[in-house]
């Protein structure tokens, strides 16, 4: 599996943790969207796309099945999602940049 394009739309600082949405696009034909760039306890990680549940939990929709997949993918987005910041810096982020 590649990962074979990955957009990231920074948000504002509104929520001083969530710092951008993501999208992902695998082997050119499989595409996952709304994955979020967390600012944790211990740095940058990406949180998969969830619902929340009728008990008031949170289920990931999609999510990888290794640790290797689940690195892979978090090392790209959060590559890019640094890659945009120094592109355009902070001041150029919205809040509702995700919605295309």
Known sequence: MDITEVKV???RKHDEKLK???TIILDDCF??????VINGNTGLFVA???R???DGTYAD???PLNQDTRHKMEQT???EYKRVLEEVGE???TEDAHME
Not at 31 to 36: A, F, N, Q, S
């Open 77 to 79: 987005v959060i590559g």
């Open 20 to 22: 951008a949405f993501a």
């Open 31 to 36: 595409v996952i969207r709304d994955l979020k």
């Open 9 to 11: 739309y920074p948000v």
């Open 52 to 54: 929340k549940k009728a």
């Open 48 to 50: 998969m796309p969830s």
């Open 61 to 63: 929709i999609a999510h």
């Open 91 to 93: 001041d150029a982020f």
